[in-house]
């Protein structure tokens, strides 16, 4: 419950910074499909996140047209790395593939968690979608690990680094 003199949250900087990380998602599992195609043995499991993601792109696509939320300026730069993060991945294998959607989710878990904090029942249409979608994120970073993450070469220095990049693309979205 918010306390009189909490900030209320900015959910256009939300949904801003959601349109953008559900693109960049939808990206990185393009470049991976691209790439492994139905070749692999994590390629159905991939072909099934991604159309979660494009459910949740096409849901904040609807939600920058209906609350006339500028979308990042960003979006050319979200487009062109995570398909490339997305191929670069596959090109490493099906393991390093998950590593980078577990490292994503994990960190979108957290953003999404802290989002569900600020708004503390000031939008609930907003928070049932994050909420909703959280789960699916959740459901995507145990997919991921249960295909191997772990075992990808280098798993804590490629989680570390994605999870510092989905930080800093949250930060930079948000804002331009």
Known sequence: MRMAGDPIPDTKSMIRVDHAGEYGAARIYAG???????????????????????????TFDRLIRERRVRPTLLMPLWHSAGFALGALSA?????AA???TAAVETE??????EQRNQLQGDD??????????????LEHKET???????QAVAYPLVSAVIRAGCR???RLSEKI
């Open 91 to 95: 090109l490493a294998g099906p393991k």
């Open 144 to 150: 991921a690990l249960a295909h191997g993450a772990e």
């Open 168 to 170: 800093a693309a949250i």
């Open 98 to 100: 998950m590593a980078v």
């Open 32 to 58: 991976q499909l691209a790439v492994m195609g139905n070749r692999s043995t994590v390629s159905g499991e991939i072909t099934r996140m991604a159309a979660q993601e494009e459910k949740h792109l096409i």
């Open 108 to 113: 979108i878990d957290r953003h999404y968690q």
């Open 124 to 137: 609930p249409e907003l928070e049932g979608l994050i909420t909703e979608f959280q789960a699916e994120e």
